[in-house]
């Protein structure tokens, strides 16, 4: 009995899309009408030179606090290799660029969003709620997943079969003398 339903080997199901997939454009242009809102509203209020001199503001604060988060990155780095160690975890060196670059995105929000990440007890609080969320989902992954997940990655084919194996090398030359051909593929 058939459904009228095409049932075809080559369709299959779109997988489900996930929450952040589905509702992050939603939350971007909900971010950006509220960023243009919120700055008609101060230039309605203070001036657009005001405004204009708000955003510039931020910027060159932006620019200073990612310059000066990166030489201390580069600087423990460079410490720590020169101890023979591996740098330190935790510097917050991270989460002082994301702040300098959300004073550098154009709007009040972010600047807002950008001066609370470069308050310690916020880049404390964040970067324990990161690593537990961090923890939290490799502990769920099971162990070795990451792995096996890149192996997987590289070894299954478009059509969807598995190769597994590995290259032998035979001592031959890698390319033919002048005037002969390449052996024939055998399998």
Same mark, same amino acid.
Do not use: C, M, W
């Given at each position: 009995m058939t459904t009228g339903v095409p049932t075809s080997p080559y369709t299959t199901s779109r997988p489900r899309r996930s929450r952040l997939r589905r509702y992050l454009p939603l939350g971007v242009a909900a971010w950006l009408v509220l960023e243009i809102w919120l700055l008609t509203l101060v230039a309605g209020a203070a001036g657009g030179l005001a405004v204009f001199l708000l955003l510039v503001a931020g910027f060159v604060a932006g620019s200073v606090v990612i310059k000066r988060a990166g030489r201390r990155a580069f600087q423990s780095l460079n410490e720590a290799l020169q101890r023979g160690g591996s740098p330190e975890r935790g510097g917050g060196n991270g989460l002082m660029m994301l702040g300098g670059l959300l004073l550098m995105i154009p709007?009040?929000?972010?600047?807002?969003?950008?001066? +609370?990440?470069?308050? #310690? #007890?916020? $880049? /404390?609080?964040?970067? =324990?709620?990161? !690593?537990?969320?961090?923890? /939290? @989902? +490799?502990?769920?992954?099971?162990?070795?997943?990451? /792995? %096996?997940?890149? $192996?997987?990655? @590289?070894?299954?084919? #478009?059509?969807? /079969?598995?190769? $597994?194996? !590995?290259?032998? =090398? !035979? %001592? =031959?030359? !890698? @390319?033919?003398? #002048?005037?002969? $051909?390449?052996?024939?593929l055998t399998r």
């Open positions: 709007g009040l929000v972010s600047d807002a969003a950008g001066l +609370l990440l470069l308050l #310690p #007890p916020v $880049q /404390k609080a964040v970067s =324990r709620y990161a !690593e537990n969320a961090l923890d /939290k @989902r +490799l502990r769920t992954a099971g162990a070795g997943s990451l /792995k %096996d997940a890149f $192996q997987q990655a @590289r070894i299954h084919r #478009p059509d969807g /079969k598995v190769v $597994q194996g !590995e290259v032998l =090398r !035979e %001592d =031959r030359p !890698e @390319r033919p003398e #002048p005037g002969e $051909q390449y052996p024939p």
